[in-house]
């Protein structure tokens, strides 16, 4: 996972343990295509394999924008069948797949996150905007619905009613707005949205692996119909105190000093 070059659908550069994948079609505002979602859950599985990366990083290539939405000439002439196919592979190859990753994503969302773009951004654990930023889910404006998750991820993020809002009225919300209702994280100037997420990202890679990984299960049960968060949680912390990373921790808090994690 070397630096790509320019000609690639999905840029990606590793630094200090932080994989940047940045979707490069600028010209057309890095819109979703199959081909776009093919490789983005290739370069996410190859990352969840990979012991050097520690966290992930998803944007999009230019100023204007993070992904501006679905490529809508892929499936404009599809029928009821071949939609729903569509739905159902995306969410299972990429958007589910970003969800439930074993290692912390952050989407750092410079310009339109739209649809699908929204979509991607939400799918992630942590988001950070560009004061330019605008999202919204406009699908119902041209007869279909969101179908990459986004009627329940929405909802988790930032409540049923502005969720209904924001997909009925087909509108899009500055990233100020965003913050205000749970959809965003942070929210900085353009110039310093990289440096901003990779601050974070440092942060948090500084801590035990395995506990992130645990900590992220543990959240999502609690989204996760039939499933009681609170008896996942207790069996993810139990299982923390088998881990190298556990003793480690604790063995250097008691000596004062930083841990090293071995990330097992």
């Known amino acids: 996972m070397n630096d790509s070059n320019q000609e690639s659908l999905i840029v990606t550069r590793i630094d200090e343990g932080i994989l940047t994948l940045t979707i490069n079609r600028p010209k057309q505002l890095n819109a979703l295509n199959s081909a776009v979602i093919f490789e983005l859950s290739k370069e996410i599985d190859a990352a969840e394999k990979n012991s050097d990366v520690q966290v992930i990083v998803l944007t999009g290539s230019g100023k204007k924008a993070f992904v501006a939405g ?3 000439v892929e499936f404009a002439e599809f ?14 190859m990429l958007f589910n797949k970003i969800e439930t990753a074993t290692k912390p994503v952050i989407a750092a969302v410079n310009g339109f996150a739209l649809g699908g773009g929204l979509e991607l951004a939400m ?3 942590i988001r ?3 004061l330019n930023a605008k999202l919204g889910l406009p699908e119902v404006s041209l007869g279909v619905i969101p179908g990459y998750g986004g009627t329940q991820r929405l909802a988790q993020l930032v409540g049923k009613g502005k969720a209904m809002e924001m997909i009925l ?3 899009m919300i500055g990233a100020e707005e965003g913050a205000e209702c749970g959809l965003i994280n942070k929210v900085v100037d353009q110039e310093i949205l990289m440096e901003t997420v990779m601050d974070l990202a440092k942060k948090i890679k500084r801590n035990a692996p395995t506990a992130l990984s645990a900590a992220i299960k543990s959240v999502l049960a609690g989204y996760t119909d039939g499933v009681n968060g609170f008896e996942v949680e207790v069996g993810e912390f139990g299982k923390c105190f088998g881990t190298d990373d556990f003793r480690e921790g ?3 808090f008691i000596e004062k000093r930083h841990a090293k994690f071995p990330g097992k």
Request: proline share 3%; glycine share 10%; aromatic share 0%.
């Open 70 to 72: 679905a490529d809508i």
């Open 79 to 92: 029928s009821p069948e071949e939609g729903k196919k569509l739905a159902s592979l995306g969410q299972t």
């Open 128 to 130: 950070i905007a560009s």
């Open 169 to 171: 009225s087909a509108g």
């Open 123 to 125: 799918a992630a654990h």
């Open 250 to 252: 604790t063995r250097a």
